[in-house]
């Protein structure tokens, strides 16, 4: 997806995915943008975080995803300015070149969705989830995923059903865009 350079990145998660070695490994689920940022995969300086939040016992991503220039959202801040606003500055951001767009179900409050290894109290609404993504139409999106859905987690389902709704968002995005361009 970057063989044309690096891709701007729109990343909704609790936690930035910007650690470095874990337990002796630099591949873990709590790395992969930092090794993207390494090997020019994805522009630093065009991607967003949104919806960061949680215990950690380091600021190791934080400060990384600071540092390489990236603009985390912390949720607090996407509470105080809303989803309006905050769709806008991520559409700020990311400009207008190819984008990215990663959703980990823990952005989401273990409230509507708590089937997932790592959730963080504070987060999204289920509607708000929605509307974020929704917000993003008409970007030049180049892909997407859906990360961090464990049913076994979340015996009612809900958390399965949450995440399937936004992955048929987000592939009505890119399906949009691609009919967008082939006129």
């Given at each position: 997806?970057?063989?044309d350079g690096p891709v701007?990145?729109?990343?909704?998660?609790?936690?930035?995915?910007?650690w470095d070695e874990f337990q002796g490994s630099k591949f873990h689920h709590g790395g992969p943008f930092r090794?993207?940022?390494?090997?020019?995969?994805?522009?630093?300086?065009?991607t967003v975080q949104i919806g960061i939040r949680g215990a950690q016992n380091t600021t190791q991503g934080w400060d990384y995803s600071a540092a390489s220039g990236m603009r985390v959202m912390f949720m607090e801040e996407v509470d105080a300015l809303g989803i309006e606003?905050?769709?806008?500055?991520?559409r700020r951001v990311v400009g207008n070149g190819p984008v990215y767009l990663s959703f980990d179900i823990d952005s989401i409050d273990p409230?509507?969705?708590p089937g997932t290894g790592t959730p963080e109290v504070g987060g999204l609404t289920s509607l708000q989830a929605l509307q974020l993504v929704r917000g993003f139409r008409g970007l030049p999106l180049i892909g997407a995923d859906v990360?961090?859905?464990?049913?076994?987690?979340?015996?009612?389902?809900?958390t399965a059903l949450l995440g399937a709704?936004?992955?048929?968002?987000?592939?009505?995005l890119i399906a949009e865009q691609v009919g967008s361009e082939e006129g």
């Open positions: 997806m970057a063989a701007g990145l729109i990343h909704i998660d609790a936690h930035t995915d910007t090794l993207a940022c390494e090997e020019g995969l994805i522009d630093p300086k065009r606003a905050t769709i806008a500055e991520a409230a509507f969705a990360v961090e859905v464990s049913p076994p987690f979340d015996p009612s389902g809900n709704t936004i992955m048929y968002e987000l592939l009505c």
